[in-house]
Structure formats: structure tokens, C-alpha cells
């Protein structure tokens, strides 16, 4: 089986097409700068009206804000990455070439948005967080090991995120125009990966079903890893026990919708 | 491989009754939709032998498109039976795909921020083509689509015509059994239009590739395919040679008469009829089959001929006129 070469080659390709964009990048590392500085200071308030709220002290509250921001561009918290320009492919017909190749459509897919995640883990996460740990007292790890599994668990994140986007972005096969599902989409991981507000603060019913969710997977679960609240061998598993079933349940959803997209599609377009 | 039944030659291509229906659904009202079938393919035949090449043409919306989508497997037939190389393109798509190539002329096959050297490595690792039949296939395209100096710059800086044999030459890297090409040649010049032509001419010659093409240019098929299929909507109006085409469009030959003054339109001339009159000029048609002969005898015999010419139908005018029955 030589096929998960050609993987490898459209990852790096995908690292490669969003390295050219240098301002961009730069443009993104401030906005994520700017960004965490005003939810530092938000929780900052809220956490000396409320020690230990959600079971975080403040330096962990503190350090889940710049892990927030790190992630952002690279689990697309905010949507993004393939799926607009896969929306652009079925909305515009294109996606009959890609049809028309020796691939899996959700293979190549996904091994480009590991290439460009990849790429916004180094270029846009790695400077928000340097600059947070010199502003503020964070909770980060000393052990190496615990970076090792958190890596592990953000590229997991980053698969649970692929596959909520392409299920997305496949229903552009049904609707003419896929922009307002696509907003849709964005509001469901900011709100439930705990972008805003760390998914342990959200109250009762609400906080256990959020909790259960896949986008909990994106980023509470790597950041709960790094901050140390999932350790030990029992807590690590569960961890990557529930990012995993999540990936592969989407991961499968996927591949059906994807048949009976393919199956009754109307390729737009002469 | 699986699947592959036992192809002749004759039938490699091989298209029986084939149908495609989309159900299309209309808001007529609050929350009210009907739905209604379009016959986009409505019972086609056809079959096309390993190493020819057929044109097909139509008005937009035929049905031509839709015809080689199922042909390339990306839409289901609702009904008919259809098999490339001797396997069910829909249902085998995936093993089908790595024997033919597809060039669109509106859109590219090519990703728009690597340069031309970059899509192709990516299409070979696609194919997993050997390295030496890759480097002898794109040598070849090279030389002959003049992609020399070509293969650094990203597609986006592309011009259409460069675009469009960078296309081609990813299209056949493989060496794909079929190439399907449509409108290969829409908004190319005369220059890129003739390289392209002749670049084709030559494949079908020497790598005995099957090629199926659409356009709208019938000068291409006029160059390219001894054989043409015209489609419209979703019927096949014939399917045979080029010069047939005239026969099935009962088409016209025109004898054109200068006549030495301005004169009423000329009457009972047997087997014609006048067309036009402007000034002393007339023009006067008759079926392709007959012989001008008996006509100009029977004109200079009534009226004062300075001069004449015979106009041979045109093949848009015949294909015109079978649209429009």
C-alpha cells in the first residue's frame, strides 16, 4: 500500500500553500494577541469574584485563554481552513474534477487540513502563547511528557474538527448556498469547544451535555491535558478515548453522507 | 482486476438505451412544491471502438454533458446499460478513473497556487505512474504542446491557451485508455487552437488513445473526427460520418445568379425556389442530391445571366436545421 504517500505529499502541500502567506500570518498572530489579552482580563474579573470556578484556579483559567488562542487558527475554532474552499468546489461544480481522480475524497481532504494545521500550530499558536506566559502567571506543565500528550491530543482535536467541518461542508451538495450553515458551524465551536468560556464553568444539565459533545473535543479536552486536570493513566485514556470515538464516528458519518452526496449529486454547472 | 468482462474492441465504449432524469422541484407557492421530471438523457445507443475518436455535438443543455458524466461515472444512469472498457463507470468509478483522463475547457484540472511541475509530480503519485513512463509522457507533452519554460510558473499565471495544454498534458500522464475532452477548445486562439488539434490528431495516431470530445466548434470536428453524435434534447439525431450529416439535415445547395438588371424574383424554375433577391443578385435553393445542371440551363433560358456560383450547404446551417425540428 503506497497510497498513504500521496497523503503525506498533499499534507505537505497543505503546510506549504499557507506558509506563503506571510502578513496573513502575521495579521493572525496579533489578532490572536489582542484577542487573549481582553479574555485575560474577562476572566481575570470573574475569577476573583469566583475562586475556582469551574475547578480552575486563576493562573489555569488564565492558561486555558492562551491555549485557546494558540489552537484557534490550527482546530479552526472559528471554522475555516478546507472547508470554504471545499464549499467553493461543490458550490462552483469544481468538486467533479476531484471526482474524476484515484483518491478518497475525505482522505485528501483531511490530509490537506492536517498540512495547513500543522502549519497554524507552529505560525499561529506557538507566538500568543510565549507572549501570554510573559504577561500573565500561567499553569504550564514542566514535563515533557505531558507536552507529548497534549501535541497528541490537539492533532486528535484537529480531526474531531476536520470531521464536524466536512459533514458541513458536504451539505452544500443539498443547499444552493452552504454560507449560512457554515456560520452555523462557527457559532457551534465557539461556544461548545469553550472557546468562550471553559465548558467545566458551564452550569448543570447544560455544562454535562456540552461536556459530552464532539466539539469538547477540540479544545477542552488537549487544553484539560496540558493544564493537568486529565492525568494519570486513567484520565489520559479517557481523554484520548473520547476524542478517538468521536473522530471515528464522525469520520464515518462523513464517509456516508459523503456516498449519498456523491450518489444523487448534481455536479453544477455544464 | 475485477469486473472486467471480456471487451471487443468494437464495443469499448458501449451505450444502450441510456437514460438520465432529474426531478425538479419548484416552489409554486407558500410552502407548495411541485415536482417535475427533466429527461436530460432520453435513450441513447451508441458505441465507439478502441482508438476512434467522435465528436459530439448539440445545443446547450442537449444533454451532452450529462452523457459523459455517466460515461466517467460521476452520476448514476436512471435507466439503460453502460460500460467503458467492459466495467460499469458509477459502479467501479474509483478502478475506471486511473484508465481515462478528463480535460474540461472551463475549468482546470491543475491546483491554482503550484507551479505546473508541482500538479504533475502530485497526479503522479496519484496514479503511482513509474517514474520512466512519467518522465517519457511529460517529455512528450512538453515537446509537443511547447511546455518548455512553462513547468516553474504557478497555473494562476498561466494564459488560457498555456492553461489549457498544461491540462492536457495532466490529463494524459497515465496513459489513460479514453480521453474525454470538453470543449477543449473554447476561447483559444487560432494559434493554440491548431496546436492543440494537431497535438490530438497525434495522440489518437500514435498512442491509439479513444478520444470522445464535445464543443460547440465544428471546425474541430471537421479536423478531428471522421465520425460525429449529435444529442439534442437528450436524443441521438444521428450519429455517422460528417459528410452524412448533410443527407439527415435534408440540406440545401444554393446556386447564386448575377442577372444583368434589378428583376421580380425568378419563377418556375423546377426543383428551386428563390430565397433571397438583393439587386440584380438572386439566390435560389435546391436539394443537396440533385444537380445544378438542368437549373442553370432552365435560368438562362428564361432570364438574362451575367454570372453564377453554386454555395455547398454549411455544416452549422444543416446542424441548425436539425435543432430546429
Not at chain 2, 441513447?44 to 460515461?71: C, D, H, Q, W
Not at chain 2, 439527415?248 to 418556375?268: A, H, N, Q, Y
Request: hydrophobic fraction near 50%; aromatic fraction near 10%; glycine fraction near 10%.
Amino acid at each position: 500500500m503506497r497510497l498513504p504517500r500521496l497523503y503525506f505529499a498533499v499534507a505537505g502541500s497543505g503546510f506549504r500553500r499557507y506558509a506563503t502567506y506571510r502578513m496573513a500570518t502575521a495579521a493572525g498572530v496579533f489578532t490572536n494577541t489582542i484577542f487573549g489579552f481582553i479574555l485575560a482580563y474577562t476572566f481575570i474579573a470573574l475569577w476573583n469574584e469566583r475562586p475556582q470556578l469551574g475547578g480552575y484556579d486563576q493562573s489555569q483559567a488564565l492558561t486555558f485563554v492562551w491555549i485557546g488562542q494558540a489552537l484557534l487558527a490550527s482546530a479552526a475554532l472559528m471554522g475555516g481552513g478546507f472547508q470554504d474552499e471545499f464549499q467553493e468546489r461543490i458550490r462552483t461544480g469544481d468538486v467533479a474534477i476531484d471526482l474524476y481522480r484515484p483518491i478518497d475524497l475525505q482522505m485528501w481532504w483531511l490530509a490537506s487540513d492536517l498540512g495547513r494545521a500543522a502549519f497554524h500550530l507552529v505560525g499561529r499558536g506557538v507566538v500568543p502563547l510565549v507572549v501570554g506566559a510573559f504577561a500573565f502567571e500561567l499553569a504550564l506543565p514542566g514535563s515533557l511528557l505531558v507536552w507529548a500528550l497534549f501535541l497528541l491530543s490537539v492533532f486528535l482535536g484537529v480531526v474531531v474538527s476536520f470531521a464536524l467541518r466536512y459533514l458541513f461542508a458536504l451539505c452544500g451538495f443539498w443547499l444552493l448556498d452552504a454560507s449560512g450553515l457554515g456560520a452555523l458551524s462557527m457559532l457551534l465551536s465557539l461556544f461548545f469547544s469553550g472557546m468562550m468560556l471553559p465548558l467545566n464553568v458551564f452550569p448543570g444539565a447544560l455544562g454535562e451535555i456540552v461536556r459530552w459533545l464532539p466539539w469538547a473535543a477540540t479544545l477542552q479536552v488537549p487544553a484539560d491535558v496540558l493544564l493537568g486536570v486529565r492525568q494519570g493513566g486513567a484520565g489520559i485514556a479517557g481523554a484520548f478515548g473520547f476524542q478517538s470515538v468521536w473522530a471515528l464516528v464522525l469520520l464515518g458519518c462523513g464517509r456516508l453522507l459523503q456516498k449519498v452526496a456523491t450518489r444523487r449529486v448534481v455536479v453544477q454547472g455544464g | 482486476m475485477t469486473g472486467e468482462e471480456s471487451v471487443d474492441d468494437d464495443g469499448f465504449i458501449d451505450v444502450r438505451e441510456l437514460e438520465k432524469v432529474f426531478t425538479v422541484r419548484r416552489r409554486s407557492g407558500f410552502l407548495r412544491r411541485t415536482t417535475s421530471e427533466v429527461r436530460a438523457v432520453d435513450g441513447i445507443s451508441f458505441a465507439v471502438p478502441r482508438g476512434e475518436m467522435v465528436g459530439f455535438i448539440g445545443p446547450n443543455g442537449a444533454g451532452k454533458s450529462t452523457t459523459i458524466k455517466m460515461l466517467t461515472g460521476i452520476l448514476t444512469p436512471s435507466g439503460g446499460r453502460l460500460r467503458v472498457a467492459g466495467v460499469d463507470p458509477w459502479k467501479e468509478r474509483t478502478q475506471l478513473v486511473r484508465r481515462i483522463g478528463v480535460v474540461f475547457g472551463q475549468r482546470t484540472t491543475l491546483w491554482w497556487d503550484l507551479p505546473l511541475r508541482d500538479s504533475y509530480a502530485l497526479v503522479k503519485r496519484m496514479y503511482r505512474i513509474p517514474e520512466a513512463r512519467y518522465r517519457a509522457n511529460l517529455e512528450r507533452c512538453v515537446e509537443l504542446l511547447e511546455l518548455d519554460g512553462l513547468l516553474e510558473v504557478p497555473v494562476r499565471q498561466l494564459s488560457l491557451g498555456q492553461r489549457m495544454r498544461g491540462d492536457i498534458t495532466a490529463a494524459l500522464l497515465h496513459d489513460p485508455d479514453v480521453l474525454y475532452l470538453d470543449e477543449p477548445t473554447i476561447g483559444l486562439d487560432v494559434i493554440s487552437k491548431a496546436r492543440v488539434r494537431e497535438f490530438l490528431l497525434n495522440l489518437n495516431a500514435e498512442m491509439g488513445t479513444t478520444v470522445l470530445l464535445t464543443t460547440h466548434d465544428l471546425s474541430d470536428i471537421e479536423y478531428l473526427c471522421k465520425r460525429v453524435v449529435v444529442i439534442d434534447h437528450g436524443r441521438l439525431m444521428y450519429d455517422g460520418v460528417l459528410a452524412g450529416l448533410h443527407e439527415v439535415g435534408s440540406s440545401e445547395r444554393t446556386l447564386v445568379v448575377d442577372l444583368e438588371r434589378e428583376m421580380p424574383p425568378i419563377e418556375g424554375v423546377h426543383g428551386a425556389r428563390t430565397v433571397r433577391t438583393e439587386g440584380p443578385r438572386q439566390w435560389l435553393a435546391f436539394p443537396a442530391a440533385a444537380s445544378a445542371a438542368p437549373l442553370v440551363s432552365q435560368v438562362a433560358a428564361g432570364y438574362p445571366l451575367v454570372d453564377l456560383s453554386i454555395r455547398e450547404p454549411d455544416i452549422e446551417d444543416v446542424i441548425a436545421r436539425m435543432y430546429a425540428r
